[in-house]
Structure formats: C-alpha cells, structure tokens
C-alpha cells in the first residue's frame, strides 16, 4: 500500500476543513457582528495552529487511525472515548439539514422558492446520499479531493475577480453590533474550521509520521487560513451591508467580479461540493454507530449493522429539518459538540505529550477551546447532556452485566 507524501497528505488535511461552511459563513458570521466579524475570523485561524499542531504531534507520536476517540481512551478510559463517539455520532444528524441549507440557499438565490427551495435541496441531497449509502457506492477519496480542489479555486477565483470592487468605507461602522458579538461570531465559526482532529485519523497513513505529519499540519493550516481569510475581508469589503442577508455570497461576488451568467455555475458547484461532504458526514456516522454498537456503547440490536445506523442518522436528520429550530441554533448546537471533542482532545493531549514545550502548546489550545465553548452559550449544553448519557448508558450496561453474572 502507498504511503502518504507531505504534499498528498497536506491536500487531504486541508480538504477535511475546507468543507460547505465557507460558502454561507461569511454572510452568516456578518450578520451577527458585521465588519467585527473579522476579528472573528482572524481568531479561529490563529488558534487553527496550535489546535491543529496538538492533533497532528497526538498522531505523530501515537499513530493510530482511530484518531481522538483513541487518544482520549488511551488519557482517559472507555467512558471519556464514549463521550467522543455519541456526540460525533449526534453531531452528523444536526449538521446536514444545515449544511444542506447553504447548497440550498444558492439553488433558491437561482431558482427562487426560498425555504421550501432550500427544503426540496435538502431532501435531494440527504435522498441522493441515502441511497449511495444503501447501497454500498460511495465517492472515491479521489473525487473528494477534486471537489474539494474545486472549491479551493473557486474561492481564489472569486477573491481575484472581486478584489477590484473592495471599498474601505464598507468596514464603517465596524462594531453595529458591540464587541460581544464577535464572540457568538466565533462560536458559529467553529463550523468552518472544524476537521482538524482529521489530521490524528490520517497519521498511520504517511511513511514517516513523526517527520511528516507536522510539516503537512502547518501547511494545511497555512492554506486554509490564507484562503478563509482572504474570502472574509473581500466578502466584506466588497458586498459591504448587503453581505448580512446575502443567501449566495459567493455568487454575489462572482456577479460583482464577472458578471454574467455566474449563479448558475456556482450553485451547481455547491450542490455536487454538499452531496461530496454530507456523504462522508453520513457515510462515517453510519460505520461509527456500528463500531460503538461493537463496542457496548450503544445497543447492538438497534445499530448493529451499516444500514441499521444509516437509517437512524438520515431519520434524525429529516427530524432536524423539519424541527422548528432555527439555522443559526441548529449551527450552534453543532458547533457546541464540536468544540467540546476540542476541549476533551485537548485535555487528553495535555496528559499524553511527554515535552513540556508540547504540553505548554496542547495547554493554550485547551484553555482556547473551552473559551469557545463557553462563548456557544446555552447550545452547548446539548454537547453536556449527550456525553453524560454516554457515560450514563455506560454506567447502566456495565451494572446490568454485572447484575446477570451475579
């Protein structure tokens, strides 16, 4: 089996957080605390190094596929790693209606329809995936990479072509909102900038993990960030007060740039980039239910197969569209369980690194993702409340056994 080069394994690493969240996240994000919104951005790339530098040094020095959930049951024991796998597992449900509606919202900025373009988008995309999954084809980690490299120069495209229109006076006033709302910006942006406990899950796969894996982190870091930031400011400085109720921001700035039949092109581009990241949501969250039904922590009869988990996460995710739950709750309450992986990743790096300089590191990443859980505000006690229950139902199954050898 080939190896991973730093350059193969930069691609994939990048490609793990360059996901649908940029195509609506600006718009999002400045709505909440516009021009600010910068500053939040600006802070999640920043911390992106010395988060994605812990994952990366965990799967260097401890190369295994199984990525955090393995690290944290080698710092904290089986009911910690159970945490991690229910709110994965839960996250994916909550996460495709939304990421869905970003698809959704450039197809409507087309079509017209709004919610119910936005709804019939999501059914096509979640019905598509469903039934790839069912029946055993999936997309080839080589077209994802070309999806994802599709986005990427979509989004150089779109930065070149709109950077001449970019007026300073769009950044006044910069704070309409007050400085707090860049801290609810930032807990959004989680969604954005999630994927790089990735990094960990891919450290078996390089020649030399401990001399590779580093290199491959910052530049994937490096890319990312340059190429989220640039969206940002341009998106800003260019679409201005019109960016806040924005549904296809990047079509916007393509129309501004190029002009011409653009909307079309992009909204395509989204659709087939969210059928490409919602089937790996879903085709994940389906083998990790059955990996957590193997391990006990999850009944076996109900998740016990590929198709049994499918059909509970697809059936979750209709339930989290048609919820009366807002978007802007639903990326919270995602974000939330995100970030709390974070903050328990972290913490297991803390205790597993051996160097001090490491642990210093692995140290300030924690502190800053419990920060960001705290800033989720009252969503984040989703995230709370399922890892109790996955050491509740931990708990329970472990004194039922006990109880029938007795």
């Known amino acids: 089996m080939r190896k991973l080069t730093v350059a193969q394994g930069t691609a994939l690493s990048a490609g793990a957080v360059l996901g649908t969240g940029i195509i609506s996240m600006p718009a999002l994000a400045d709505a909440i605390a516009g021009p600010s919104a910068l500053v939040a951005w600006l802070a999640l790339v920043l911390l992106s190094a010395p988060l994605a530098w812990t994952f990366g040094e965990l799967g260097a020095r401890f190369p295994d596929g199984g990525g955090v959930s393995s690290y944290v049951r080698r710092a904290f024991g089986t009911r910690a790693a159970d945490a991690v796998g229910w709110i994965f597992f839960t996250a994916v449900p909550l996460g495709a209606p939304v990421a869905s509606s970003f698809a959704g919202g450039y197809v409507a900025?087309?079509?017209?329809?709004?919610?119910?373009?936005?709804?019939?988008?999501?059914?096509?995309?979640?019905?598509?995936?469903?039934?790839?999954?069912?029946?055993?084809?999936?997309?080839?980690?080589?077209?994802?990479?070309?999806?994802?490299?599709?986005?990427?120069?979509?989004?150089?495209?779109?930065?070149?072509?709109?950077?001449?229109?970019?007026?300073?006076?769009?950044?006044?006033?910069?704070?309409?909102?007050?400085?707090?709302?860049?801290?609810?910006?930032?807990?959004?942006?989680?969604?954005?900038?999630?994927?790089?406990?990735?990094?960990?899950?891919?450290?078996?796969?390089?020649?030399?993990?401990?001399?590779?894996?580093?290199?491959?982190?910052?530049?994937?870091?490096?890319?990312?960030?340059?190429?989220?930031?640039?969206?940002?400011?341009?998106?800003?400085?260019?679409?201005g007060p019109q960016l806040a109720t924005s549904q296809a921001p990047l079509a916007d700035l393509l129309a501004v740039g190029v002009g011409g039949p653009v909307r079309p092109i992009v909204a395509l581009v989204s659709v087939l980039l969210t059928v490409g990241a919602v089937n790996a949501y879903i085709a994940g969250a389906s083998r990790l239910g059955l990996a957590l039904a193997r391990e006990g922590a999850l009944p076996y009869r109900a998740f016990g197969s590929v198709r049994r988990s499918l059909v509970i996460v697809v059936a979750g995710a209709i339930a989290g569209a048609v919820l009366p739950i807002a978007q802007h709750t639903l990326l919270l309450l995602v974000t939330g369980g995100l970030t709390l992986v974070y903050v328990i990743g972290t913490a297991a790096a803390v205790k597993l690194l051996p160097a001090r300089g490491e642990k210093a590191v692995a140290a300030f990443a924690f502190v800053c993702v419990c920060v960001l859980l705290w800033l989720t505000g009252w969503p984040a006690l989703l995230s709370l409340g399922v890892a109790a229950a996955a050491i509740g139902y931990r708990l329970w199954r472990d004194r039922v056994r006990l109880a029938s050898k007795a």
């Open 109 to 239: 900025d087309v079509l017209g329809g709004g919610a119910t373009t936005r709804f019939l988008t999501f059914l096509v995309i979640v019905g598509v995936v469903f039934g790839m999954n069912w029946l055993g084809l999936h997309i080839s980690g080589r077209a994802q990479l070309i999806l994802t490299a599709t986005l990427a120069a979509l989004l150089l495209a779109t930065v070149l072509a709109a950077l001449p229109h970019a007026r300073l006076e769009n950044l006044t006033p910069f704070t309409p909102h007050g400085w707090p709302a860049v801290g609810t910006a930032a807990a959004l942006l989680v969604w954005a900038f999630a994927g790089w406990e990735a990094m960990s899950s891919l450290s078996p796969d390089y020649a030399d993990p401990r001399r590779d894996v580093p290199k491959a982190t910052m530049l994937a870091v490096v890319i990312v960030g340059v190429l989220y930031l640039s969206v940002a400011f341009v998106s800003v400085l260019v679409l």
